[in-house]
């Protein structure tokens, strides 16, 4: 079986059976975006621990294969990093966790995910104050 075949079959998977899919009882932060492309929707919400690491985390809302196979993938990467962390996450990691290659027009679509939790990450920022006086690496 060719490689890319079996990366489409796993994001396939992951669409149909995707992991942490649902909504959290209690949560410390959530977000909601929508891809302006097509108008499809997705919230995140985090549960943080006291040490401020994602103790639990959960997506929904409706996209297509590759937004909801990136959310299943990219929250299990999540689970259990401190939200300082997650800040540094780059933009292309849920592109790499799905394996497969997505063009150009499905960015959007994979990365629906992530940019609603860099909307999580500006709301702990706000209500903790942190990231108010980080410095500007170009100046
Ligand atoms: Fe709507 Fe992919 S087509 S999120």
Redesign the pocket.
């Known amino acids: 079986m060719e490689i890319d075949t079996l990366y489409r079959q796993e994001l396939l998977e992951h669409y149909r059976n995707p992991q942490n899919f649902g909504k959290l009882k209690k949560a410390t932060y959530c977000a909601y975006r929508v891809?302006p492309?097509?108008?499809?929707e997705m919230d995140l919400e985090v549960l943080l621990d006291r040490n401020g690491k994602i103790e639990d985390i959960a997506f929904s809302g409706q996209?297509?294969a590759?937004?909801i196979a990136s959310a299943s993938h990219f929250t299990e990467y999540l689970r259990g990093k401190s939200l300082a962390r997650v800040k540094r996450v780059d933009r292309e990691i849920p592109l790499r966790l799905l394996g497969a290659s997505v063009g150009a027009p499905?960015r959007?679509?994979a990365l629906?995910v992530y940019d609603a939790l860099q909307d999580l990450v500006k709301l702990h920022d706000k209500k903790t104050g942190t990231g108010k006086n980080r410095r500007n690496p170009r100046s």
């Open positions: 891809n492309l097509c108008g499809d996209g297509c590759i937004s499905r959007k679509c629906l």
